[in-house]
């Protein structure tokens, strides 16, 4: 669908793995994912004669999910993750989506994240905050839904984020120094954003921040300045 200006949104899909994600965050997946595109797929993938699915199930109806059922075929062991990679790779092939959610906290999609991302495409997980690394690292953005379902009710009350990771101070330093400074040392803090993006893949969101330029405000390392233009620099100050 285009807008007023003619430009076509890109058409996102979201991949729900409903036996290791929770509907509660759902609300707050879709908002996000509203960066990338309109999210014209929604699919959850599980068993839905568990119980354990009865949450999601009243879900279907209320977001437009289409459910897919996936049997048991063996204790212990379903077969969700194969299915929710093959559709994903005919919706790759296909060409008609241009943008991929996955709501999991498995590692097993650690591959599936990488192979889209190949193809150009920016792919968001969205799991618990034992996801494993390997997967985080994968997605071109990793959230952590509990942190995002915290900020999305903290939201214009003033809550505060959750202590940065410093591997992730470290990459933004990393990212200021590759920059271009001007005099006064500050470096345009999307330029920052989109260099450290290339390096790791967290996101603000998962710290309790809306922006970056809120979460490296809180960090005593840096500075930020917003100018008239309204563009915001960050500059490193120890």
């Known amino acids: ?17 409903a036996d290791n994600a929770s509907p509660d965050s759902l609300d707050p997946v879709l908002t996000v994912l509203a960066e990338l595109g309109t ?14 699915l009865k949450g999601w199930a009243a879900m279907t109806h209320r977001h437009a999910i289409e459910p897919q059922q996936q049997f048991d075929v063996t204790k212990g ?14 919706m790759l092939y296909r060409g008609h989506v241009q943008g991929f959610g996955i709501m999991s906290s498995d590692s097993d999609f650690m591959p599936l ?3 889209i991302r190949q193809d150009g495409f920016p792919v968001y997980g969205f799991g618990t905050a034992k996801t494993p690394e390997s997967f985080r690292q994968a997605c071109t953005r990793f959230i952590d839904v509990g942190a995002l379902a915290r900020t999305d009710e903290a939201d214009g009350e003033g809550g505060e984020g959750s202590a940065i990771d410093p591997s992730v101070v470290r990459v933004i ?7 271009k400074r001007d005099e006064r040392g ?3 803090l999307s330029e920052v954003g989109k260099l450290a993006g290339n390096r790791s893949s967290f996101d603000a969101r998962s710290y309790g921040y809306t922006r970056l ?19 915001a620099y960050v500059k490193r100050v120890r």
Do not use: C, H
Not at 173 to 179: G, L, S, T, V
């Open 173 to 179: 330093a990393d990212a200021w120094r590759n920059a």
């Open 113 to 115: 994240a990488m192979r």
């Open 186 to 188: 500050f470096a345009s």
């Open 213 to 231: 330029s809120d979460m490296i405000e809180a960090i005593p390392n840096f500075q930020v300045e917003r100018r008239e233009s309204g563009a």
């Open 77 to 90: 062991k379903s077969a969700t993750d194969m299915k929710m990679v093959i559709d994903a790779m005919d």
């Open 39 to 52: 999210v014209n797929v929604r699919r959850a993938y599980g068993n839905w004669q568990k119980p354990a």
């Open 1 to 17: 669908m285009a807008d007023d200006n003619g430009f076509r949104a890109r058409n996102v899909a979201l991949l729900i793995d």
